[in-house]
C-alpha cells in the first residue's frame, strides 16, 4: 500500500523491517530501522527510509517542555548550516525536528516521544523525565557539574535527563532508554501517566506528564505556518546582514 509522505516526493510503501534484507536508516532521525522497528515507510528508487514513528509523527505537538507554543514538525531545520540543537538532549540533528522557529526550540523526534518514566536496568527505581536545570533539584551552588550515574560524563542542567529524585540518581535520556511512545502529545491517549502520584516528574504542573490533547484548526495551523515563514524570512534576512 502506497501513500504519501509531506517530506518526501515520491509514494513511500510501508515494510517490515525483515522485509527490506538490509540495515537501513531512518531519514527522519538517523537512528537504524532494526528488528525493533515495528515497520519501516521506503522509497527504495531514493534510499529513503523512516520509522513508523518518525512516518507517523504529527504536524504538530503540544509538547509539555514547551507550553508557550505548538511545536511544528519540520523536514529539516531551516537554521543556518542546516543543523539544530535539541533541546532534549543537546545533540545536533539535521533531519526531522519538533520546531517552535519563535523561540529557537527544537526536539529530534525520538526526543519528543520518550517516555515520561522509564525502568532502568541500572537502577531499582522508575525514573522520572524532568525537561532541564529548573525542575531538577540541584545539588549546592550552580557551579557544583552533575555527571549521569550510567556513563559518567557530564550532565548539561539544560537537557533533559531521568532521575530518581529520592536516590538522586540522574541520567542521560540515550543513557536511559531508546523506548519512544508513538503518539505522545497528540491525541488524547492517556496510557503515559504512569508517573501519576510521584511528584513532578515531567510536566510540572499535574497530569502526571500525560498526553496533552491538541485541537487546532486547519486555520489555525495555516496560522502557525504562515508565522513560521515570517520567522525564517526574519532569520534568513538577519544572516545576509550579518554576511554584508
Ligand atoms: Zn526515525
Ligand atoms: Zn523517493
Ligand atoms: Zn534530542
Ligand atoms: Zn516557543
Ligand atoms: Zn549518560
Ligand atoms: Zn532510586
Same mark, same amino acid.
Given at each position: ?13 510501508? &515494510? #517490515?523491517?525483515? @522485509? /527490506? =534484507? ?12 532494526? +528488528? $525493533? ?84 536496568? &541500572? #537502577?531499582?527505581? @522508575? /525514573? =522520572? ?12 551552588? +550552580? $557551579? ?101
Amino acid at each position: 500500500m502506497d501513500h504519501k509522505h509531506f517530506s518526501h516526493l515520491h509514494n513511500l510503501t510501508i &515494510h #517490515h523491517p525483515y @522485509e /527490506l =534484507g538490509k540495515q537501513v536508516v531512518c531519514s527522519g532521525c538517523h537512528f537504524p530501522c532494526d +528488528n $525493533t522497528t515495528t515497520a519501516v515507510h521506503a522509497c527504495h528508487q531514493c534510499n529513503f527510509f523512516l520509522h513508523d514513528h518518525c512516518a507517523n509523527a504529527g504536524r504538530y505537538v503540544k509538547h509539555p517542555s514547551h507550553k508557550l507554543h505548538p511545536l511544528i514538525l519540520l523536514p529539516y531545520p531551516t537554521y543556518a548550516g542546516s543543523t539544530f540543537i535539541c533541546n532534549a538532549c543537546g545533540r545536533p540533528g539535521k533531519s526531522f525536528s519538533y520546531c517552535c522557529a519563535l523561540c529557537e526550540f527544537d526536539l529530534h523526534v525520538g526526543c519528543a516521544m520518550l517516555p515520561v518514566s522509564v525502568v532502568s536496568e &541500572h #537502577h531499582e527505581h @522508575e /525514573l =522520572g523525565l524532568y525537561y532541564g536545570v529548573q525542575v531538577v533539584p540541584r545539588r549546592g551552588s +550552580n $557551579t557544583e557539574q552533575e555527571y549521569c550515574n550510567i556513563c559518567n560524563k557530564v550532565l548539561e542542567g539544560r537537557n533533559w535527563a531521568y532521575c530518581c529524585q529520592s536516590c538522586d540518581f540522574n541520567v542521560h535520556t540515550s543513557c536511559a532508554t531508546t523506548e519512544v511512545v508513538p503518539g505522545l502529545y497528540q491525541d488524547d491517549l492517556s496510557q503515559c501517566g504512569a508517573v501519576d502520584g510521584q511528584g513532578q516528574p515531567a510536566d510540572g504542573g499535574g497530569g502526571g506528564g500525560n498526553a496533552v490533547e491538541v485541537e487546532l484548526t486547519e486555520a489555525e495551523l495555516e496560522k502557525l505556518m504562515f508565522d513560521l515563514k515570517l520567522q525564517m524570512l526574519a532569520q534568513s534576512m538577519a544572516s545576509l546582514g550579518k554576511i554584508g
